[in-house]
């Protein structure tokens, strides 16, 4: 009885009056996820992205080799390259950025970049992506090896668009010959070889997983010496996983035989191996660190973009990827000597936020913002893009 | 670091666990539980019953299969330790570390990958040692002994220190792998040592110049030259081959070998319960060049990833001395930390040597690394 006396005080006072309102903090209504008519930037993706997916997909996205270091410092190397206005601006509408690569016509040097399993991204999956990239101005794709809905699914699901694929090497040169077949046979006429991530590992992922026990968790190099009696030799005798560790040139020449349209190489950070590239019979070559998920204390790519320029010589086109979120981004790396670029994790933000309408506005967001820049530095088309437009200050 | 935020939190409550048994037992009531001990005094005459105390659990550790790199160690040990007992082997400095990247190489077959070494007639597994530490029972009950055992369970080679808790020859009973011995040029008793050394079947000693006569006591003033005479002394006094520790500069390295060292240590630990002092990447090189082609060089100094040992490596080291990050898993978990930190270095450096595309160490050579300037402050880029 006393008690209820006491609630009905407190119900009429000023005070109980104030706690019922609803959120009296003047921001409270930006709290919410934006949606995606309001979202400026491709890093306004990356939060819905996050709140959309589970742990461990969004963490197969975010992280990188070891510490990370290699992942922070691809985005730090862009702002070490400072962009020069030096020549007068123009209008965007005078800006035309189409270009032909390896004989497909595009109208923005950009590209989607192979990354696995997207269905556990959105429901849309790679064939929403595919979707995304040809509705954004006919943009080239590229299919991961690990792709969660087959090559003869995606293909044929976006008529018009273009569709290329990548593999890692497989030692059996049958079951490569196996994987060509189904690429071409599916219409992806390009193919990408992916040589690096030779032993990467996950290291946060990994912190992640072990983080209250939620998934079932692998042996890392903390496990323990190897179980079993049986005698290691090589890497293997230093708990690594060496299903990679034999990869060659040689195969690259084999694989050159299959492939009959463009043979990419993909994760190429040094001036020799560019050079053994294009010996080995590549039409082009991707500067990329994965990401920052080949190698952790590698360079950025961006850093290591003009020493490869220099060393190719204009041979054969170089497309760059690894740490693009910005139109601004994307010039600096056309500046220093890239032919295109690829976005890998930035397009999977798009995709898992908003599906495929989300994917193609972040598409068409970077290209928009490639041609403002573009503008504003006084670059009508892609040739105008080159070294006097930036300064680079790598350390 | 992730971890930092945990550490904190255990650094002013104990572990979740202990927290919540502690409650409950005041709950039931300090009164209560008074009154229930005042109501059943022993008789005159007889003992006072000892006063009830709640045993204290040991602090909650993470499963070691859960740690996923070496300084997740760290933390580990500071919940094991508590903050006073911890102090000694706490910090890294990884400034200098973050300016020097690697040169990852493709289509390199590395799948036969080498880590051996030999120093002074043995064969090492990889050119990672445990160093020295004194007194190790300060973090583990079992001391130099677990390290000896967890050393030797990886395949790693050992550096007791003088000032170790346990006996040498106890030690020696317990590894399998090279032993090293370590003493203080200004020591005292050297020759003793040097003796037990010879009787325990060490396989070197390191003798550390440039630092304070014990690891507890004050730090020696860094303009105090090294002793050479007591280096010549140590020389002198043993037959096994002598490693001098605490070179930072080339001519004292030719020094050294002048005085009959057969190997250095690039160091710049000047003794003391010293924070984690600046990387000694960058010293290498320079002594590396002045006596590199006469005696193997040895590198000591904030290493806690497989890419740092890669990058002495690089510089022309011939080995690593592993120290605080070894004490962190001897106080968490004690053998088998040990173990785990030394095959989770071990590992990352093969891991990194693939990547790099060196299948040995002979293949290690300073084109695998790039020397930066310190790294620039970062602007936003979000706009």
Known sequence: MALARVAGLVAASPVAAAVAQIDPRPLGEHRRVLSLAEVQTAFDFEPVFHGNVILPVYDYTAHGDGSEFTLRRNRQAFDW???????AAIPASQVDLSSELLGLKMKFPIIVAPTAAMVPLHPDGEIGMFKAATAASNTLMILSTNTSTPVAQVAPASPGGTLWAQFYPLQSLAATQQWMDTYQNAGAGGVIVTIDQQASYYERTQQDRNFGGRVARTAGPGAGAGSGTAVLTGAARYRINSGRLWYTWQYI????????GPLLIKGILDPQDAGMAIDHGADAIIVSNHGGRSMDYGPSSL???PEIVAAVNGRIPILFDSGIRRGTDIFKALALGANGVMIGRTARWGLAAFGTAGAQRLIEMLQQELVQVSAAAGCAKLSDIGKKAVKANFV | MPDDETIVAGKTNPPEGVASRRQTLGMMGTAAATSMASTAMPALGAPAAPPFREPTPPPALVPRADLVNVLEYESQARRMLGPAKVAPILGSDRTVTDRITLR?????PTRDLDLTMTLFGDQHFTPIIVGPMADQKRFHPDGEIATARGASAAKAAMVVSSDASVPLATIAQAVTTPLWLQVYAKGPKVKDVLAEASAAKAKAVIVTVNAGTSASGPATPASERIDWA????????TALPVIVKGITRPQDAKEAVARGARGVVVSNYRGGNAAALAGTLLLVAPVVQAIGDQIPVLVDGS?????DILKALG?????????????WGLA???ADGVQSVVEMLQTELARYMCMCGRPSLAAVDPSVLRVHAPLLQTRNNRG
């Open chain 1, 81 to 87: 390259v400072d962009i020069l206005p030096s020549r």
């Open chain 1, 253 to 260: 020449d084999a694989v050159r035989k299959m492939v009959k």
């Open chain 1, 303 to 305: 850093e290591v973009l």
């Open chain 2, 104 to 108: 990852p190489r493709m289509n390199i």
């Open chain 2, 230 to 237: 007591a280096v010549d002394a140590v020389v002198k006094d």
């Open chain 2, 303 to 307: 290493f806690r990833r497989g890419t």
């Open chain 2, 315 to 327: 510089f022309g080291a011939r080995g690593v001395l592993i120290g605080r990050p070894v004490m």
């Open chain 2, 332 to 334: 968490a978990y004690g």
